[in-house]
């Protein structure tokens, strides 16, 4: 097959573009910045609670910077390997920008705690799971189209298939603790995945162009006591991937060392210290060590320096890796960074995590915008026709089945920003609160 006709098959849609005035990739990219579900990303908690300060990330600006710092990876792979035949298969600017902009469109409010509530909600119902909802939004509830979603090509929805994998193929009930809930439903962290068992055909549909067999190496699964892992992603979403771990590893501590959540002292205990451990003759821990004191300096244009040169140093090494597993390149290559880089990007995370995502007083919010999601989802499932907005509730009455019923209820709640699911809260639970004329 020549080219043209390769590209026409990635830039497919399942409903048809009625013009070719821009270019593909680039309409993706404007879809998902005009969507209602990209601009509550605003109002949506990334790592620290909204409210707490204007200063640090949201989901939106962690989606803005992770689409930035694809296609600056994008931009430098094209450059290094422009006279390999990997050139071909490498991203446009607007194809990685649409995929890291739209990566986590679909994420519950109050962070991955609002994620685990609605799983525990949905336990019996088919699951809930960010990924898949952010697919879901893509190809169902996006408001470009009236059955399609924001109508994305094939080859954007590809780049967003970070699991390939279905809810219940990867799903293990049985370490989901019952006795427990609700008060309690640390256990009920969903399983990794793109894709809710209802929207199964959608995964059929992205994944046409390639072999069956190819097809089905990309959703083997690694069996596991928890929940059961995929093992493979394709050439985009291992860029997009990249990008995302390194705007959390960075960018997030960032924040953290701006509110001085994090110590300088911890810095080189838990950061340098490991670092050194694991590479003893590596330049006494890389770029990490050597940048310290600018990280700490207390000035922002100091710190703002030092942030860009570590992006800039994690980005900079990146390079394509062929798997030889797969027949189809979009599938074999894969971006990849050198395992000290790795070993250094995983310490910037894990002293996020331990010094701001695990500590009391972020967990005692994430505990309220758990119950707060919990106790919204059982009032709408007992009295959907009086607290459902109708457009809502007339979509809920067309479902067949109870499950799928729920299902309207949870992209509901899904969509909510904090602020809304907060106020939607207290108008129906606090008696002083709420109004005949109160639209939210």
């Given at each position: 097959m020549s080219n043209i006709g390769i590209n026409q098959l990635w830039q497919a849609r399942?409903?048809?573009?009625?013009?070719?005035?821009?270019?593909?990739?680039?309409r993706d990219r404007a879809r998902i910045i005009h969507s209602a579900f990209f601009r509550r990303l605003q109002g949506k908690t990334q790592v620290l609670g909204l409210g707490e300060s204007d200063f640090y990330r949201t989901r939106l600006t962690h989606s803005l910077e992770v689409a930035q710092i694809a296609g600056g990876i994008v931009a430098y792979l094209q450059e290094k390997y422009r006279h390999t035949d990997y050139a071909t298969f490498i991203p446009s600017q607007n194809l990685i920008e649409s995929i890291g902009l739209a990566h986590d469109i679909g994420h519950a409010p109050f962070g991955h705690g609002g994620e685990v509530a609605l799983n525990y909600v949905m336990r019996d119902d088919g699951g809930?799971?960010?990924?898949?909802?952010?697919?879901?939004i893509c190809t169902q509830l996006g408001e470009y189209s009236e059955d399609d979603g924001l109508n994305l090509t094939r080859r954007t929805l590809l780049g967003l298939i970070k699991y390939p994998a279905t809810y219940s193929q990867v799903v293990n009930h049985a370490i989901y603790d019952e006795e427990k809930a609700p008060l309690n439903i640390d256990s009920f962290k969903p399983p990794k995945c793109s894709f809710f068992d209802c929207d199964s055909a959608y995964f059929l549909w992205i994944v046409a162009p390639f072999s069956s067999e190819d097809v089905k190496r990309f959703t083997t699964l690694n069996q596991a006591t928890g929940h059961h892992k995929t093992q493979f992603k394709s050439f985009d979403t291992s860029i997009m991937e990249l990008a995302d771990d390194i705007?959390?590893?960075?960018?997030?501590?960032?924040?953290?060392?701006?509110l001085q959540l994090i110590t300088q002292k911890q810095w080189?205990?838990?950061?340098?210290?490991?670092?050194n451990h694991s590479f003893p003759n590596y330049q006494r821990g890389g770029v990490v060590a050597n940048i310290s004191e600018d990280l700490f300096s207390g000035k922002n244009r100091i710190?703002?320096?030092?942030?860009?040169?570590?992006?800039?140093?994690?980005v900079s090494q990146i390079e394509i890796v062929k798997q030889g597993v797969f027949e189809?390149?979009?599938?074999?290559?894969n971006a990849m960074m050198p395992e000290n880089l790795c070993t250094e990007l995983t310490a910037l995370k894990c002293i996020v995590a331990t010094h701001v995502i695990e500590i009391p007083e972020v967990q005692t919010l994430v505990y309220k915008g758990q119950q707060m999601i919990v106790r919204l989802f059982e009032a709408m499932d007992s009295n959907p026709q009086r607290l459902l907005e109708k457009k809502h509730y007339d979509k809920y009455q067309r479902q067949d089945t109870q499950s799928a019923k729920r299902r309207i209820i949870c992209d509901y709640i899904a969509g909510d920003t904090d602020e809304y699911a907060t106020r939607l809260y207290h108008k129906i639970f606090t008696p002083s609160n709420g109004s005949v004329f109160d639209r939210l």
């Open positions: 399942q409903q048809a573009a009625s013009s070719r005035e821009r270019e593909d990739f680039a809930f799971e960010g990924n898949a909802q952010t697919m879901r705007a959390y590893g960075i960018h997030d501590l960032e924040d953290a060392i701006a080189q205990h838990e950061v340098i210290d490991k670092i710190r703002k320096k030092a942030i860009s040169y570590l992006v800039n140093y994690f189809h390149e979009l599938l074999d290559l």
